[in-house]
């Protein structure tokens, strides 16, 4: 046999060293390759349903809207706009439930059972942003927690389902009637116990509103035991159109899949977004339907847009934590997502023939039914390509070559579309959605040189495109001096700039019965604790500011609205927020409407370092001013010495924050810090 290749060897360079070999051959033995055939002769596999990301789970993207412009705009255009950057075909968002869900609170559109708004909160805005570039992209929506009149006194929303059903679909009505966004699924109570009953009611109750397009999500858990449900509950499996597990690991389970209903990772990824994170990323992307058929892949977060120094900072697509300064990063996570989702399109089909290779990594293909095709391939090692979650088991990638054979209706395809990325741990010359020179096809062939740690994507799609802006500034550090005197009139948020609510919710507000100095404030408005996702303190904190502070005065007119009982604070060196939010230290400056004060050196106010009468009551304004110097602090009420020289037993560091001693209202207003 003529051993001879009969076309060149295509060597492609970046900064002058060889990094991959593209090999064009008419022989196999030739390139001493493994084959892999590409065919949609006997079918096509599962549809397609889409990449996406998740804002909300909770409070992810609370700096965004705090960006100044052109630096959100070109956010969200590397994340929504098509053929651009990530292009994603889906967006998924919390319904605000009042209560911490992860890095912060997001508010609900009904804090009270006779209270409805949709205004509250960023993510109608930042559905509508995503509309506004992509006009295709699917919306979902799902609740992590519920305002505590939906529990009736309970921390459980399913004791009156009628009630949860109604505060659901409302949310789904709100969206169109204010923002005209037609939300596509709705899921059910993130990573908690699911309710049969709910489930039907809440499909009837959609029906009945002429809400039939609006598909069910269950149960943004895991696989069991939803999938046994459905298989033994015949109106249950009508009514679910899709299951969504959250961190598969790339595999399903067989009751799954028995039901014949679509599968999703409909939460994943949630890892730091370096190139380990990006090569999760790559890895999941692929293998979520290789290895486990699921034919949506949604990211937790969408972007990381909230203080880093609280849970999981940087865990998303993309980093956008400094609207002060402007800057942001375009993580390696974006043009991995661009790899799949600029080539394909909710709605194409993968094809049967999807796998393994020999030597490690995967590929996937998809087409449209047109004659379109787009075959994905990665290569991550395991040390390289490590999630969060679950634990990753061992296995082995090393470099090959691959043969692949198009047959059926792709075998008259004559040339592909080349975009490659490879990371590289060694020398940090990482390559990134690079478009390489089209592969020319002999008899329906290409064989490929697959190195360790890439991606590829060959396609017949010619659109694609790195899209870029200049350089956003650089990065500096929150201001050691800040005020906010809260004079905002017709506010675009309901949350003023950089605070980050971790239990309650602290909204601009108009307050008509204030002569005049303080008529515009920031009030808390949440009255009842929540049906909280995770364990809300029992006080409300909203913390601002850099985590790194130690040194610092805080300084803000306060007004106690509750009689007798009420109380409020101003904070400083605060050391916890999310999840562990009432487990915070720091110095906690309290007045209470019964007269009194205390310092203490945490949020439940259980270690008392000083205390005494204050002449604080409620419905008069005061100021607080707190100084932290080393290892003392000091305190003013009203511009006069109240204590003085307390020494500290730490923290050393941490945020500002204002709160209140419990689920009441109490406003603020002329909010000042300044860090030495």
């Not at 956010?75 to 053929?83: C, E, R």
């Not at 700039?497 to 404030?521: C, K, L, R, W």
């Not at 007045?591 to 370092?609: P, Q, S």
């Amino acid at each position: 046999m003529n051993m001879a290749v009969k076309q060149n060897i295509s060597v492609f360079k970046f900064h002058g060293i060889v990094s991959i070999f593209v090999i064009f051959c008419s022989y196999v033995f030739a390139c001493r390759a493994q084959s892999y055939i590409l065919d949609d002769e006997k079918g096509l596999g599962r549809e397609f349903d889409g990449i996406g990301g998740l804002s909300g789970g909770g409070a992810t993207s609370r700096l965004l809207v705090n960006y100044p412009e052109p630096y959100r705009s070109q956010v969200l255009d590397y994340l929504f706009k098509p053929n651009f950057g990530a292009s994603l075909h889906i967006l998924k968002v919390e319904i605000g439930g009042d209560a911490q869900t992860t890095d912060g609170t997001e508010p609900s559109h009904m804090h009270y059972e006779d209270d409805e708004n949709y205004f509250r909160g960023y993510e109608w805005w930042l559905m509508r942003e995503a509309k506004k570039r992509n006009p295709n992209i699917t919306l979902i929506g799902l609740p992590w927690a519920f305002p505590g009149w939906i529990g009736r006194g309970k921390n459980w929303p399913y004791d009156y389902p009628d009630i949860t059903v109604y505060y659901v679909v409302s949310w789904i009505i709100g969206a169109k009637q204010y923002h005209d966004l037609d939300i596509d699924y709705v899921g059910i109570w993130n990573e908690r116990n699911f309710d049969s009953k709910y489930i039907k009611l809440l499909r009837y109750t959609l029906d009945k509103h002429g809400l039939e397009r609006v598909k069910i999500i269950a149960s943004d858990n895991l696989w069991e035991p939803i999938s046994l449900f459905m298989m033994l509950d015949t109106e249950l499996r009508d009514v679910v159109d899709v299951i969504g597990a959250h961190y598969p690991g790339t595999y399903t389970v067989a009751d799954a899949v028995k039901t014949g209903k679509k599968l999703w990772s409909s939460e994943d990824y949630s890892t730091f977004n370096d190139d380990i994170g990006g090569g999760c990323w790559a890895r999941i992307l692929n293998q979520n339907y290789v290895n486990g058929l699921m034919t949506s892949t949604i990211s937790w977060n969408l972007v990381a847009s909230y203080y880093e120094d609280l849970p999981f900072g940087k865990d998303g697509l993309m980093t956008a934590q400094e609207p002060w300064s402007g800057n942001y990063l375009v993580e390696s996570p974006i043009w991995i997502t661009a790899h799949t989702t600029q080539f394909t399109q909710p709605g194409w089909s993968y094809l049967q023939t999807v796998g393994h290779f020999k030597h490690g990594g995967s590929y996937v293909a998809l087409t449209d039914g047109l004659g379109n095709l787009t075959i994905v391939i990665e290569t991550m090692t395991h040390d390289h390509s490590v999630c969060i979650r679950p634990p990753l088991p061992g296995f082995n990638v090393s470099a090959q070559n691959a043969t692949f054979s198009l047959k059926g209706s792709f075998s008259t395809l004559t040339v592909l579309q080349v975009w490659y990325s490879r990371f590289d741990f060694k020398t940090r010359k990482t390559t990134y959605f690079k478009q390489l020179s089209p592969i020319k096809l002999s008899d329906g062939s290409f064989t490929l040189n697959l190195n360790v740690d890439e991606v590829y994507t060959l396609t017949t799609i010619t659109t694609g495109k790195k899209g870029s802006y200049p350089k956003p500034p650089d990065s500096k550090p929150f201001p050691k001096k800040y005020l906010d005197d809260f004079n905002v009139r017709n506010p675009s948020f309901t949350e003023a700039p950089y605070f980050a609510d971790q239990t309650g919710v602290f909204e601009y507000f108009i307050n008509m019965s204030d002569p005049g100095d303080h008529v515009f404030t920031l009030r808390q408005v949440v009255t009842q604790r929540p049906v909280t996702w995770v364990a809300d303190a029992d006080q409300t904190i909203s913390v601002i500011g850099d985590h790194s502070w130690q040194n610092m005065t805080v300084s803000c007119d306060i007004y106690i609205e509750t009689a007798n009982k009420g109380g409020v604070f101003v904070a400083g060196r605060v050391t916890k927020g999310g999840g562990e939010v009432r487990n915070t230290k720091g110095i906690f400056f309290w007045v209470f409407a019964d007269g009194t004060y205390k310092v203490t050196n945490d949020l439940r106010g259980e270690i008392v370092l000083t205390e005494g009468l204050s002449g604080t009551r409620a419905g008069v304004w005061h100021t607080l001013t707190l100084r932290i110097e080393g290892t003392f602090a000091s305190g003013m009420l009203n511009g006069y010495p109240l204590w003085m020289n307390v020494m500290l037993l730490g923290p050393s560091n941490g945020w500002a924050a204002i709160g209140t001693r419990a689920f009441e209202p109490a406003q603020y207003d002329n909010f000042y810090v300044e860090a030495n």
